[in-house]
């Protein structure tokens, strides 16, 4: 059963402290990407990976790290440098890790809902 | 900056009546993509358009790209109850394939 999964759902933590949030995909596709969601502002880039042991910055990179050590794996750490880390989490993966016209439809994860405490 | 902008925010409507949400771009775009969010989920993407003037339909879901590729539309026909969700357009802004999405439209079905 092919797809993207996402752990844990609900995550909870002290401020302060780092946390990783996992993303696994068995879709065979080089691109993958993380996005921050709050109410009413839509989907924000954190950051994205074209290929393996390559990645890159998006919008609101800031206090966040990842790494693409493998091409199913894409996880995201949300460190105490984050100023409002509560947000709900999802990655995504594409196909495609380039060209302007390939088609680059996003298969999204269930999400994590990170809740500072 | 650059920027995918779509109105409006939020959507209530009778069921049985139409529903649209429009999509803008500052730049003009090589292709646009639509999700849908259902309320506690995630985006599940819906269609991606390519070629100005582009019309697809889907059951009673209609999507339109604008000729200059710089605005789209979804349209949706008589809405259901099941059509409750945040609608998100999204284009690729950065010279590259990535899309930046909009902020979205929630429609709120009233049954």
């Known amino acids: 059963d092919g797809g993207i999964t996402q752990s844990p759902k609900y995550l909870f933590r002290k401020e302060g402290q780092n946390v990783t949030l996992s993303c696994e995909q068995n879709l065979n596709h080089d691109a993958m990407y993380w996005y921050r969601q709050d109410p009413g502002q839509g989907l924000r880039l954190i950051y994205y990976?074209?290929?393996?042991?390559?990645?890159q910055k998006g919008d609101i990179a800031e206090g966040y790290s990842v790494s693409r050590e493998k091409k199913e794996s894409f996880p995201l750490t949300v460190t105490s440098a984050q100023k409002n880390p509560t947000a709900f989490y999802l990655c995504a993966s594409s196909p495609s890790g380039s060209g302007i016209s390939s088609y680059n439809e996003q298969f999204f994860g269930p999400g994590t809902r990170l809740t500072v405490l | 900056g650059q920027q995918v902008m779509q109105i409006p925010q939020y959507q209530h409507v009778q069921e049985g009546e139409d529903f649209t949400t429009y999509c803008n771009s500052s730049t003009t775009l090589s292709n646009i993509q639509w999700y849908k969010q259902r309320p506690g989920g995630h985006p599940v993407f819906l269609i991606q358009?390519?070629?100005?003037?582009e019309v697809k339909k889907q059951k009673r879901l209609t999507f339109q790209f604008g000729e200059a590729k710089k605005n789209s539309s979804l349209h949706i026909t008589a809405t259901q109850t099941t059509d409750v969700g945040t609608y998100f357009c999204a284009g690729p802004l950065r010279g590259s394939y990535i899309p930046t999405f909009g902020r979205g439209t929630s429609l709120i079905v009233h049954p």
């Open positions: 990976s074209q290929i393996v042991n390559d990645f």
């Open positions: 358009l390519v070629k100005s003037g």
